[in-house]
């Protein structure tokens, strides 16, 4: 890391500090209020949607991969899931648990084993009421987990002979499809598991990023910002793995280009614990710095309005952005670095 990068980093996060938690990075001149008017009904509604968004918004019909994760899903006891699979043509059996292999699709890095032992203590005193899913071995006899790895372990912990489960007949495809959809909607999933999830389905099935999200749920924009999560520095990653870092902040450490600065600017919010609006306020003066001085008339003076204008567009389409403004007139530049940055950012501003 160099002095010079080390240098610019700390000169940006101290304009942080000049400001509290919740005042914007420049507030608009009121003589300049026309510049930015209409930037949210350009835009699109939120850009992102949490990692937890149901996977399964639309119409149940029994056939197709979401269906196989229906019945899984279904509230009730055994004996009422037994029914429910039966109308789908699905069956429920008692498995013994060594003939259950492990999901090589499972996305998960890590379980919390804590919560395995607290869940191990409640299948001993209540059973797994929430059958598993599982799809047919290569072996006879065998089965391959889909969904309910936490309790498959559970009960092992616990001293279970068998479990129950729901028997699907799915392709290796559908399969990892049902793992990340159970994965999704868990509130603590890791951005990194899931983004690897999405890049494994894009390179294992060459589904596309459209695909991928009529098969999960999750918007495309969400789906390539997860995807491009993966091109950040070795270590910026970890922090990610780690919990260090979320998924927001990464978002933001995106828009930076030099992978110096990321690193170095990635290290000092996991160090100081940065919040989502500060760390915006760094990358933001690395990104436009103001050079020269602050009133009008100063050589390469940035206008407030302008910084606030370009910080919102950027913050929005998860790109650089550029806007050059002079009296009121000016051009506004949108960087991209792939074809998908520019499907996906033509398809934002289109929308109504």
Known sequence: MTLAAENT???????????????PLDRPLEKRKALGRGLESLLPGPRVVAGNASASAGPRTGEG??????????????????AAAARRGSS????????????????????????????????????????????PGKEQGKYILIAGECRWKASRLAKQETIPAIVKVVSDQQAMELTIIENLQRADLNCIDQARAFERLSQDFQLTQVEISLRTGVERSTVANYMRMLKLPGPVLQYLQDGQLLFGQAKILMTLDNPELIMRVAERAARFDTSVRDLETIVFNLNVPIQGGRKPGDKKYVDPNVRLAQRTLEEALGVRVKIKDKSGRGSILIEYKSLEDFDRVVEMLGRK
């Open 9 to 23: 980093v700390e000169k940006a996060a101290e304009k942080v500090g000049e400001k509290t938690m919740d005042k």
């Open 65 to 82: 991969p979401s269906a196989a994760l229906d019945s899984a899903a279904e509230p009730g006891t055994v004996a009422e899931i037994q």
């Open 92 to 135: 429920v059996l008692q498995l013994k648990l060594d003939q259950i292999e492990p999901n090589p699709y499972q996305t998960r890095s890590r379980v919390d084993d804590g919560y395995l032992a607290q869940l191990a203590t409640s299948i001993e005193a209540n059973g797994v009421l929430q059958p598993v899913s599982v799809r």
